[in-house]
C-alpha cells in the first residue's frame, strides 16, 4: 500500500498496532505531544521526539546554521510546553555531510544550545554521522510535570473556551517573504525561522487555571483543532474574526494575494499553544498571562458536541466545516 | 576548517564546548554511551540516543525492514545496557521517501518492537516524516540504573582484568558475506542483521561485581578499549591470543584472505560488552553470567598505567601499539 493513500496521521494509526502497548509506567504512548511515562514522586516524565530533514523541514538557503539549531531545539521545546512541562534534557542528533563545516557544526549547536538555555534545558548526549547530501537533525527532549498539571490533547470538555497564545500567520508568511526573496520583512521572517516556544505561558497558566486540553501549533490551527476534537470526542465552533493575525504577516498576505486567515489557519510552525478551559477561568487566566509573561491569550471558539462537527464561522456570519489542511508527510 | 581534518572524536570534543553545561542534574552529560541524569529515588535515568542513514549504515539489499528495525532498535538498547541500566522507554524517528510502503514501514517497528519487548522496553512516540531519498532512523532509549550499579567508561582502575563477553568478529564477517553475494553463511549474517544486545548479562553482571568501566563494542574492540583507557587517564595490554572470536568468522576470513584478529579488533557492531573488574572478582563473575545467561566471559588484557600506552602482545609474543581502527565518521 502506498503511504500517500493514508497520509502522514493514517500512518501513525497503523504504527501504533505495530507496537505492544506499554505497561503499567506507560501514561500516554504514541499519538500526543509527548509521551507521558512514571517520573520522580509527584511527577510524570515527558519524552518527545522530531526529526528534521534539509530540503523538507529547512533550506541551507534560507537560515544560518544557528538558526537552524535553535528553530530545531524550539519545536521539540514547545511539545513539552504543550503538555504543561518543563525541559528538561536534551539529546541531539546530527548527520550531515562532509562538505559541512566544523564551523556550521559548531553553529548549529550555538543556536540549540542558546534556546535550552533560555528555557532550563541541558543538551547532555547525542550522536554525530555522515550523511551523503543533506543535514538531518533529529532532538529527543525529556521534561517533567506536576502530575495534575499534565495537559493532553484527550480532555477537551463540552462548552470549553478555545484559546490561543500570541498572534498566528507569522511564521507561514515568513517563508513566503524568503520565498520572495528581497523583501525583508524582519518579523514574520524571524517568527519563521527564530520561533519562541511557550514553555514560560504554559507553566504560567498551570498556575491559575486548569487547562483542559493543549496542543501546540506547528502543523497549523485547523489540524490540531481537529486533532483535540478527535482525540477528546467533541466538536469545535471557531470564529475566524477572532482568530487573532500577526498584523505583519496581513501585509505580506495583501502582498501575495493570499487570505490572512488561510495563514493563520493552514501555515503552521507559528508554535503558539492551542488550549480549552472552563469559560469562567479565562478572564483570571487572560490577565495572569499577560502580567507575567507579556503573552496576549484570544478566546476563538468553544467546544461543543461532537455530533455538530468542527466548523468555523467566517467573517460573513456564515458556518462552514473546517478543513483541516495544516501541514501532513505523505499526502498527495 | 573541514570535519575531515577532525573526525568524528575531534568534532564531539567541540561540540562540548559550544554547549552550556547542565546543572546539578546531570552526573554525566556528551561523551558516555548514555548521558546520566537524575531519576526515581535510588536510580539515575539514562539517555542515549543514535542515527542511521540508509547507504550509510545500513542497505536495504542486504536487510529486511524488520532486520533494519531490529538492529537499529539493539545498538540504543546495547547503549543502555554499557551503563549497566535497564532500558524502559523508547521514541522513534522515522523520515523515509513515499515510494517505501506503508508494509515496509509496518515491518520495520515490528522489528523494533520485537527486540524492544524481548528486553522489557516500550515503544512509546515518535516522529514520521518524509524524506527525499532515503531512509532515516533515530532513536532515544530511556532507561534506569541502580546509583551503585551504574558503569561508566571512566572508572577502569590499574590492575583491572580488560574483559568481553561472547566472540567477536561475527558482525564484520556476516557484512563481507553479504557483499560476496550468493554466500550464506547463516550464523555470522545474522550477527551482523540480528545481533542481540547484552542487557541481560549487564544486569547480571551488577548482582555479583562491582564492574569498574564498561562500554559496548559499536565501533571495533580496538577504539572502543581506546576510549576507556583515555577517559580513565590509563592503559592497557591486551593478549592477541585470547581475544574470542566467532569460529564461523575465522572461517569466513581465511576465505576472504583477512585476518581474523582484524575482524575482532576493528570490525565493529557486535554489540558484546566490555568491561573491566578486580582481577579476583572474575572467576566468580564468570561462572554466575555462564549459569544465569549462557554466555561466556574472557579476560583479554589487564589495565595499566597511562604511561604504558595501549598495547596488544601478538601471537608471535611482541608487544606492539594497539591503532585504534575501529569505524569512525568523518575520518580520512
Same mark, same amino acid.
Given at each position: 500500500?502506498?503511504?500517500?493513500?493514508?497520509g502522514?496521521f493514517?500512518?501513525?494509526?497503523?504504527?501504533?498496532r505495530c507496537?505492544?502497548?506499554?505497561? &503499567? @509506567?506507560?501514561?500516554?504512548?504514541i499519538? +500526543?505531544?509527548?509521551?507521558?511515562?512514571?517520573?520522580r514522586?509527584g511527577l510524570?516524565?515527558?519524552i518527545?521526539t522530531? #526529526?528534521?530533514v534539509?530540503g523538507?523541514?529547512?533550506?541551507?538557503?534560507? #537560515?544560518?546554521? $544557528?538558526q537552524i539549531? $535553535?528553530?530545531?531545539?524550539a519545536?521539540?521545546?514547545?511539545d513539552? #510546553?504543550a503538555? !504543561?512541562?518543563?525541559?528538561r $534534557?536534551?539529546?541531539?542528533?546530527?548527520a550531515?555531510?562532509?562538505?559541512?563545516?566544523?564551523?556550521?557544526?559548531?553553529?548549529?549547536?550555538? !543556536?540549540?544550545?542558546?534556546?535550552?538555555?533560555?528555557?532550563?534545558?541541558?543538551i547532555?548526549?547525542?550522536?554525530t554521522s555522515? &550523511?551523503?547530501d543533506?543535514?538531518?537533525?533529529?532532538?529527543?527532549?525529556? !521534561?517533567e510535570?506536576?502530575?495534575?498539571?499534565l495537559?493532553? /490533547?484527550r &480532555?477537551a470538555?463540552i462548552g470549553?473556551?478555545?484559546?490561543?497564545?500570541g =498572534?498566528?500567520?507569522?511564521?507561514?508568511?515568513?517563508l +513566503?517573504?524568503?520565498?520572495e526573496?528581497?523583501?525583508? =520583512?524582519?518579523k514574520?521572517v524571524e517568527?519563521?525561522?527564530?520561533?519562541t516556544?511557550?514553555?514560560?505561558?504554559?507553566?504560567?497558566?498551570?498556575?491559575v487555571a486548569?487547562?483542559?486540553?493543549?496542543?501546540d501549533?506547528s +502543523?497549523g490551527?485547523? &489540524?490540531?483543532?481537529?486533532?483535540i476534537? /478527535?482525540?477528546?470526542?467533541?466538536?469545535? /465552533?471557531?470564529?475566524a474574526?477572532q482568530?487573532?493575525?500577526?498584523?505583519? #504577516?496581513?501585509?505580506v498576505?495583501s502582498?501575495?494575494?493570499?487570505?490572512?486567515?488561510?495563514?493563520?489557519?493552514?501555515g503552521?510552525?507559528?508554535?503558539e499553544l492551542?488550549?480549552?478551559?472552563?469559560?469562567?477561568?479565562?478572564?483570571r487566566?487572560k490577565?495572569?498571562l499577560? @502580567?507575567?509573561?507579556?503573552?496576549r491569550v484570544?478566546?476563538?471558539?468553544?467546544i461543543?458536541?461532537?455530533e455538530?462537527?468542527?466548523?468555523?464561522?467566517?467573517?460573513?456570519g456564515?458556518?462552514?466545516?473546517?478543513?483541516?489542511?495544516?501541514?501532513?508527510?505523505?499526502?498527495?
Open positions: 500500500m502506498k503511504i500517500n493513500s493514508i502522514e493514517g500512518l501513525i494509526e497503523r504504527i501504533k507496537v505492544t502497548p506499554g505497561g &503499567s @509506567s506507560v501514561l500516554i504512548g499519538g +500526543d505531544d509527548a509521551a507521558v511515562v512514571e517520573g514522586p510524570y516524565r515527558l518527545t522530531d #526529526a528534521f534539509e523538507i523541514h529547512f533550506k541551507r538557503e534560507f #537560515a544560518t546554521p $544557528w539549531g $535553535w528553530k530545531t531545539m519545536a521539540n521545546l514547545s513539552i #510546553a503538555m !504543561g512541562g518543563t525541559p $534534557w536534551a539529546v541531539v542528533c546530527l550531515f555531510p562532509e562538505t559541512m563545516s566544523v564551523e556550521e557544526a559548531e553553529e548549529l549547536y550555538r !543556536g540549540m544550545d542558546a534556546v535550552c538555555s533560555e528555557f532550563g534545558c541541558s547532555v548526549g547525542g550522536d555522515l &550523511s551523503p543533506r543535514i538531518l537533525i533529529s532532538i529527543t527532549v525529556i !521534561g510535570v506536576e502530575k495534575k498539571k495537559t493532553l /490533547r &480532555s470538555k470549553d473556551a478555545i484559546c490561543v497564545t =498572534d498566528l500567520g507569522g511564521a507561514q508568511a515568513g +513566503d517573504v524568503l520565498k526573496k528581497g523583501k525583508t =520583512d524582519q514574520v517568527r519563521h525561522l527564530e520561533p516556544p511557550r514553555v514560560k505561558e504554559a507553566r504560567t497558566m498551570g498556575e486548569q487547562i483542559h486540553a493543549m496542543i501549533i +502543523d490551527l485547523s &489540524s490540531e483543532v481537529h486533532h476534537c /478527535r482525540e477528546s470526542r467533541v466538536g469545535a /465552533r471557531l470564529f474574526v482568530v487573532p493575525i500577526l498584523p505583519d #504577516a496581513k501585509q498576505a502582498r501575495q494575494g493570499r487570505s490572512p486567515l488561510d495563514y493563520a489557519l493552514n503552521g510552525e507559528d508554535l492551542l488550549f480549552t478551559l472552563s469559560p469562567v477561568d479565562v478572564e487566566l490577565a495572569h499577560l @502580567s507575567n509573561t507579556g503573552t484570544t478566546i476563538i471558539g468553544e461543543v458536541e461532537s455538530s462537527g468542527v466548523v468555523i464561522v467566517g467573517e460573513d456564515r458556518e462552514r466545516e473546517l478543513a483541516s489542511l495544516g501541514y501532513q508527510h505523505f499526502r498527495d
